[in-house]
């Protein structure tokens, strides 16, 4: 009984309750780590679906394509959910997105700052602080000092910038500085979708060099930009700006790629459950599985979920150099190594 008692009296001094009352974080544990950038913010209405964003993320389930309900209005949005528990914001998200203005941004270096410029312009100059080498010679070009070195970083003040683009062509380091353009956002979002759908059917016509590739094999081919030119120019009639944005997004893209052998299909039926967006279904009519390419996220849940290997999945580069071809690169992903077929 004497202990019982002893106890209540420790719990009922007031340097206890004062101790529970003030309790906080310590905070060296609660600030954020200089090394790491902020939690990504998302704008979905900006977003193509092309999956790169899921791709480079070093942490599981940090990050994972949605897609909303159709309802009348039209199809539902395609986009990222991040999983703050998750994330360890390093920003690679933000880094391989080809969407721009983006569709992650992870820090100041995607932010387009909306500050007053008094000289109008289509472009915003901006340093991308993961490929800039810190040369400074976009620093000793600029005509009216708006570059300089702040905290480390090189930094174009746009209050002072006047969108000569002498930076741009001064810097060694491609998309190290980028003239980032500011109007006509919903074109250039269809010019992303168009460029990627392009990308993405020529791939997917490649079943016979998919199906036949070795594990430690590339694919490699050159896409004529001339087959989608015009349809471009009809959604962004300025060619120099239409090529610029195509560049940037090919550069940058990254494109996943489901291969369905539905020959091959023992029909055991694993996949359809497991499919976030429902796009698997059985069709008891003709006794076979049914996938919707239009609805498919290439998640590669299901091509891990397939016991027999029937599923393939593979990622694809881009690249554009010469204004005509676009080369593209495709390699087998290695999630399944150890499946023997």
């Not at 009296?9 to 340097?15: E, G, N, S, T």
């Not at 993320?57 to 949605?66: G, T």
Request: charged share 25%.
């Amino acid at each position: 009984m004497s202990s019982l008692m002893w106890y209540i009296f420790d719990f009922a001094r007031k340097a206890w309750a004062d101790a529970f009352t003030n309790a906080k974080t310590n905070p060296e544990i609660a600030e954020k780590p200089e090394r790491f950038r902020d939690f990504p913010k998302v704008n979905k209405e900006y977003c193509i679906g092309c999956g790169a964003c899921t791709v480079s993320c070093p942490s599981p389930n940090a990050i994972k394509l949605v897609r909303e309900e159709d309802d009348e209005t039209g199809e539902g949005l395609t986009y990222p959910v991040i999983l703050p528990g998750a994330c360890i914001r390093c920003g690679f998200c933000a880094e391989v997105c080809p969407t721009d203005p983006k569709t992650l941004e992870c820090g100041l270096n995607h932010l387009i700052l909306p500050e007053f410029n008094l000289i109008p312009s289509k472009r915003q100059y901006i340093v991308d602080d993961f490929l800039c080498i810190k040369c400074k010679k976009c620093i000793k070009k600029c005509p009216v000092d708006a570059i300089s070195v702040i905290d480390g970083n090189v930094v174009v003040d746009q209050l002072k910038c006047i969108s000569c683009g002498e930076c741009l062509d001064v810097c060694p380091v491609s998309g190290a500085m980028k003239g980032v353009f500011v109007d006509n956002l919903q074109n250039q979002k269809e010019l992303f979708a168009l460029i990627v759908k392009y990308l993405e059917d020529f791939i997917n016509n490649k079943e016979d060099d998919l199906r036949q590739l070795d594990p430690n094999d590339l694919l490699q081919y050159n896409v004529p930009l001339s087959e989608i030119w015009d349809d471009a120019l009809k959604i962004m009639p300025d060619e120099e700006v239409a090529l610029e944005i195509i560049t940037n997004a090919v550069n940058r893209l990254k494109v996943r790629i489901i291969d369905w052998h539905e020959s091959k299909c023992e029909k055991c039926q694993l996949c359809i459950p497991d499919c976030p967006t429902n796009c698997i279904s059985f069709d008891e009519v003709n006794d076979t599985i049914v996938r919707d390419k239009d609805r498919c996220l290439r998640c590669s849940i299901c091509y891990q979920t397939c016991p027999f290997s029937v599923i393939k999945y593979f990622m694809a580069k881009f690249s554009l150099d010469d204004n005509e071809n676009i080369h593209v690169t495709v390699k087998a992903s290695n999630l399944n190594e150890n499946i023997v077929e």
